[in-house]
C-alpha cells in the first residue's frame, strides 16, 4: 500500500506556477485589485447592505489565507475552523472581559490563531496529503469540543454582546461607516500581504515543493520549515479574519469552529479557484450570496453546498477565476 | 468490589460501552482501509453511509415490514450498491488526478447525503427497537450484560476477522493485495483491475452500512449519527496507519477500550482523549502504529 506517496505532486491541477509576476501580469493583477477595491468602496454607496459586504470581506481573508496553504503550498487543511474559530474566542473574550480595543483585540485574536497553528502545523505537517487532512481535521475537532468545555467560551451559547468599542481609543466603531472602514482596511492589508508572499522568494519555494518535493529537498530547501511556516502564516491569516468577524458580529461562537466551516472555506476556494489570487475573493462573494438567498431554504443549503462540491470536482476544477484567468491566458 | 476506587460495576459498564464504540470504529476504519489500500481515497461519505444503513434498517421495518435479520442483509447490499453506482459514475474520473479531489468528492456527497435525510426525516434521532431475540440479557454476577450488546460485539468481531482471513489467506485477496502494489501488472496478468476496484468500494460501503444496522438499536437513527464518528474514525486511522488489516481491527477495539476507561476516570477528556493520542502517536510514530515507516 506504498502508492500514497504521488500525493503530493500537482495537488492543483489548474494553475500555473505563479513566477514573480512579468510587468504584463503584474499590470493586470493591479488593474483586477483596483477593480475590486473599487466595487468594495462602492457597493456599500449604492445601496448593497454594508455588513453582507463586511461578511463577505471577512471570508475572502479567510479563504485567501486558506488558499494560500492549498493553492500554493499544495496542502489541503480540513481543520481551518479552528483558527477562524479560536480567534473569534480571542478577539470577542479580550474585548469583553479584558476590555481591549477593537485592533488590540484583532491583533492578539491573530497571534492566538498564529500560535494555534505553529502547534498544530508541527503535528499535521509529519504526515503527507491524505493523511495531513484527516489529521487537521482531528484536530480541529479536538479544538471544537475544547471550546464547547471549556468555562471561557460560553459553551453553546458562545461569547454574545462582544463591544466594538473605539479603535486606538478614539473612533467608535458602533458608526457603520467606521466599521466598514475599519473592516475594508483589514482585508486590503491582509489581501496584500498574502499578494506579497505568494511572490515572495518564500513563495517560490513553496510552489517549487508542491510542484516537486524530493527536487526542492535535493535542492537543499528544507521542505518541511517551509510547509511549517506557511501553515503558520495561513493560520495566523484566518485568525485576523476570525477576529474582526468577531468584532463585527459582536459574536463568537460554536458554528466558527465546527468542521462545516472548515468545509466552507475549502468550498469558496474551490469555487473561485484553488491557486489564483483572486479566486478565493470571488468564492467567498458567491458562497456567502447563496447562504443568504439561499436561507430560506433552511437545511436545503447543505445539499445545494454538497452539489456544488461535486459540480466543481468533476467538470470545473479551475474555478470561476481559473477558468477566466485560463480564457484570458493570464494568471489571475 | 471496587478498583482505584471505582464500582466494579461501572468499570465494566463503561469498558462494555467502550468494546461497543471499539466494533464501530473497527468495522468502519477496516472499510475505510480497504477502500484506501486500492482506490488511495479516503472515503469522506463513509460516515453517510453508516448513516444509510442504519435508515435502511428503519424504512425496511417501517415501510416493508422487514425485520432487523433480513436488515442485517438486505440493507448493506442495497448501500453496497449504490456506492458502486457512485464509484462508477463519479470517482472514477478522478483516479488520474491527485486523490485530494476524491476526498473533496466524496466530502460534497457526505453533504448531500445527510442534508437529503435531514429534510426528509428532521434532525431528531427515530427509535428502532432491538429484535426480539437478542432482548434481555445475562447477569454475569459482577455486572449486566445486555444480549443485544454481547451479539454487536462479537458479529462485528466476526466480520471483522472474516474480511481480513479472506484478504490475506485466499486467493481473491491475493489480487487485491497484488492490485494495491502493482496495478498495472495485475491487469497485464488478465485480472480485471477496474472491476475489483469497483466492487472494492461497494464492499467498504457495505461494511459501513453494515455497521449502521448493527448502530440502529443502540444509537437513536439519526441523518447526523455518522458525521462526528466519522472524524474519529479518521483519528483511529492515522493512529493505526491504513498498512494493515489487522491493524484497523486491534486499534479499533483498542481505542474504544481506552476511551471508555476515559470515562471512568476523567470524564472531562472522553471526546477528545483518541485527538490527543492521535497527537501522541504522531510524535512518535508518524506513520502509525501498524504503518510502514518511510
Redesign the interface.
Known amino acids: 500500500m506504498a502508492s500514497a506517496v504521488s500525493s503530493s505532486s500537482a495537488a492543483t491541477a489548474s494553475t500555473a506556477p505563479a513566477h514573480a509576476p512579468g510587468r504584463d501580469v503584474a499590470r493586470t493583477h493591479l488593474l483586477v485589485f483596483a477593480l475590486m477595491l473599487a466595487v468594495l468602496v462602492i457597493a456599500p454607496l449604492a445601496g448593497v447592505y454594508p455588513v453582507f459586504m463586511m461578511k463577505v470581506m471577512c471570508f475572502a481573508l479567510f479563504a485567501c489565507a486558506f488558499n494560500l496553504l492549498l493553492g500554493f503550498g499544495g496542502l489541503l487543511s480540513f481543520g481551518h475552523a479552528m483558527f477562524i474559530g479560536s480567534a473569534g474566542y480571542a478577539a470577542a473574550h479580550s474585548a469583553k472581559v479584558w476590555g481591549l480595543t477593537p485592533e488590540l483585540a484583532v491583533l492578539f485574536a491573530t497571534a492566538c490563531a498564529g500560535a494555534l497553528g505553529w502547534v498544530t502545523g508541527l503535528l499535521a505537517i509529519r504526515r503527507q496529503g491524505i493523511y495531513f487532512a484527516m489529521i487537521t481535521l482531528a484536530l480541529a475537532q479536538m479544538v471544537f469540543f475544547f471550546s464547547l468545555q471549556a468555562p471561557f467560551t460560553g459553551g453553546e451559547d458562545g461569547i454574545q454582546a462582544v463591544p466594538r468599542g473605539r479603535l486606538f481609543g478614539l473612533i467608535d466603531l458602533s458608526q457603520p461607516i467606521a466599521m466598514y472602514a475599519f473592516v475594508l482596511v483589514i482585508f486590503v492589508v491582509g489581501f496584500a500581504l498574502i499578494y506579497r508572499i505568494v511572490h515572495s522568494p518564500f513563495g517560490q519555494v513553496l510552489q517549487a515543493i508542491r510542484e516537486n518535493e524530493p527536487r526542492a529537498i535535493s535542492l537543499g530547501y528544507d521542505a518541511d520549515k517551509f510547509k511549517h511556516r506557511a501553515f503558520v502564516l495561513s493560520a495566523a491569516l484566518s485568525g485576523l479574519a476570525g477576529g474582526t468577524k468577531a468584532i463585527l458580529f459582536q459574536l463568537a461562537s460554536l458554528t466558527d469552529v465546527h468542521w462545516g466551516m472548515s468545509g466552507e472555506v475549502v468550498l469558496m476556494t474551490l469555487v473561485g479557484g484553488m491557486g489564483t489570487i483572486f479566486g478565493p475573493v470571488v468564492g467567498a462573494a458567491v458562497i456567502v450570496t447563496m447562504q443568504n438567498y439561499l436561507a430560506e431554504l433552511g437545511s436545503w443549503v447543505t445539499v445545494v453546498q454538497g452539489v456544488i462540491f461535486v459540480i466543481c470536482v468533476l467538470v470545473f476544477r479551475r474555478g470561476i477565476v481559473g477558468e477566466i484567468g485560463h480564457w484570458l491566458k493570464k494568471p489571475l | 468490589m471496587e478498583i482505584f476506587g471505582i464500582p466494579v460495576q461501572a468499570l465494566m459498564g463503561q469498558l462494555l460501552i467502550g468494546l461497543i464504540n471499539g466494533s464501530f470504529y473497527a468495522l468502519l476504519s477496516l472499510g475505510l482501509a480497504v477502500i484506501?489500500?486500492l482506490l488511495?481515497?479516503?472515503n469522506f461519505a463513509h460516515g453517510a453511509f453508516y448513516m444509510m444503513g442504519a435508515f435502511g434498517a428503519y424504512l425496511l421495518l417501517n415501510k416493508l415490514g422487514l425485520n432487523y435479520w433480513w436488515a442485517l442483509l438486505v440493507s448493506p447490499i442495497a448501500i453496497g450498491a449504490i456506492g458502486v453506482l457512485i464509484e462508477r459514475t463519479?470517482l472514477s474520473?478522478?483516479y488520474q488526478?491527485?486523490?485530494?479531489?476524491g476526498?473533496?468528492?466524496t466530502?460534497?456527497?457526505?453533504?448531500?447525503?445527510?442534508?437529503?435525510f435531514?429534510?426528509e426525516f428532521g434532525s431528531s434521532g427515530l427509535p428502532y427497537a432491538i429484535p426480539p431475540q437478542l432482548q434481555g440479557g445475562q447477569n454475569l454476577g459482577f455486572m449486566f450484560l445486555p444480549n443485544y450488546r454481547a451479539w454487536v460485539i462479537v458479529a462485528s468481531l466476526v466480520v471483522c476477522l472474516t474480511t481480513w482471513f479472506v484478504i490475506e489467506h485466499t486467493r481473491l485477496g491475493g489480487y487485491l493485495r497484488a492490485a494495491?502494489?502493482n496495478p498495472q501488472l495485475v491487469q497485464a496478468f488478465g485480472i480485471n483491475v477496474p472491476r475489483m476496484i469497483t466492487l472494492t468500494f461497494g464492499f467498504g460501503v457495505g461494511l459501513a452500512a453494515l455497521a449502521g444496522v448493527m448502530a440502529a438499536p443502540i444509537y437513536q437513527v439519526g441523518p447526523l449519527m455518522g458525521?462526528?464518528l466519522i472524524?474519529?474514525v479518521?483519528?483511529v486511522?492515522?493512529i493505526g496507519g491504513?498498512?494493515s488489516i489487522m491493524g484497523s481491527i486491534v486499534t479499533g477495539f483498542g481505542l474504544g477500550l481506552v476511551e471508555g476507561l476515559t470515562k471512568v476516570f476523567y470524564p472531562?477528556a472522553s471526546?477528545?482523549v483518541i485527538?490527543?493520542i492521535?497527537?501522541i502517536v504522531?510524535?512518535i510514530r508518524?506513520a502509525g502504529l501498524f504503518g510502514?515507516q518511510?
Open positions: 484506501f489500500g488511495n481515497i479516503i463519479m474520473r478522478l488526478l491527485d486523490h485530494l479531489y476526498l473533496l468528492l466530502f460534497g456527497l457526505a453533504l448531500i447525503l445527510q442534508g437529503l435531514r429534510n494495491t502494489e458525521a462526528d472524524i474519529v479518521f483519528a486511522v492515522v491504513m498498512g472531562e471526546t477528545t485527538f490527543i492521535m497527537t504522531l510524535l508518524p510502514a518511510k
